[in-house]
């Protein structure tokens, strides 16, 4: 998504490109967040902000949410002064939207370099962003997100954990869940922000998808609403689902 210099001093001053405090980076994706746009029939939804999959159903309480991907080698082009990238799981947030738990990574590049850090957040409530520095993450790794709303050792505090199979390390920690999870969505998000004169192509593929209902029952994306991001009513992601896997592809006009 390409920005105005003007838009993008906003955008740093709310704490969407600059290294956000906690508060400011859980209140941005809140407000992104319900930008939601529906602009094409059947199953294919675009928003303003994000693309990727979502499965909702009121009845599944789900479990977990969980997808592999692996890190992009961001190539960038000329022209192009900073991005940013944010690849996440989510239980809530779309058809529940008074409260969100997610767990992802975001890529930052500025200058050609990209920086890389593992995230959670559980809003509203705390407001809470837990950043893990100690998790080191690469080009190349494949990372494991997984948004557990019920556990088994601490049944009533959603957990977040993110794995570097490549490693292999992991990290994660419990939420206080105020207000309560819905439990009514599944979602796989990427988010792709560009400041420059030119677009980033990039494609992010979710492997090993999968959604758990209260029952147990695993739910794959094969079924899943597609979402597209948008500007000025234009689609600029491409993303399809198999059994299995959720890819999107941001290509360059």
């Known amino acids: 998504m390409l920005f105005s210099t003007l838009f993008v001093q906003t955008l740093v001053a709310v704490g969407v490109l600059a290294a956000p405090s906690s508060d400011k980076r859980s209140q941005s994706r809140i407000a992104r967040r319900e930008e939601f746009i529906r602009q094409a029939p059947g199953l294919l939804f675009h928003t303003s902000n994000w693309a990727g999959a979502v499965i909702t159903d009121p009845t599944a ?3 977990s949410v969980a997808g592999e991907f692996v890190v992009p080698s ?3 082009p000329s022209g192009l002064r900073t991005a940013f990238i944010s690849v996440w799981v989510a239980v809530d947030g779309y058809t529940c939207k008074n409260v969100t738990f997610k767990v992802g990574v975001d890529i930052e590049i500025k200058n050609g370099v990209a920086t890389y850090a593992a995230w959670d957040e ?3 409530g705390e407001y809470f962003v837990e950043n893990f520095p100690q998790l080191a993450i690469s080009a190349g790794d494949t990372v494991n997100l997984i948004a557990l709303a019920i556990t088994g050792q601490k049944p009533n505090f959603p957990e977040s954990l ?3 199979l490549s490693v292999p390390y992991s990290v994660g920690h419990y939420f206080n869940p105020t207000p309560p999870l819905c439990q009514s969505d599944a979602i796989w998000g990427i988010e792709v922000w560009e400041v420059g004169d030119v677009r980033l192509p990039l494609t992010v ?3 090993n998808v999968q959604a758990t209902r209260f029952d147990g029952t695993i739910v794959g994306p094969g079924s ?3 979402m597209n991001t948008v500007e000025n009513g234009r689609a600029l992601s491409s ?3 198999t059994a299995s896997t959720i890819t999107c592809s941001f290509p360059q006009p």
């Open 239 to 241: 993303c399809s689902t």
């Open 162 to 164: 993110i794995e570097n």
């Open 122 to 124: 559980y809003v509203p």
């Open 205 to 207: 593929q979710f492997k």
């Open 224 to 226: 899943a609403t597609v």
């Open 74 to 76: 961001i190539s960038t």
């Open 61 to 63: 309480k789900w479990k």
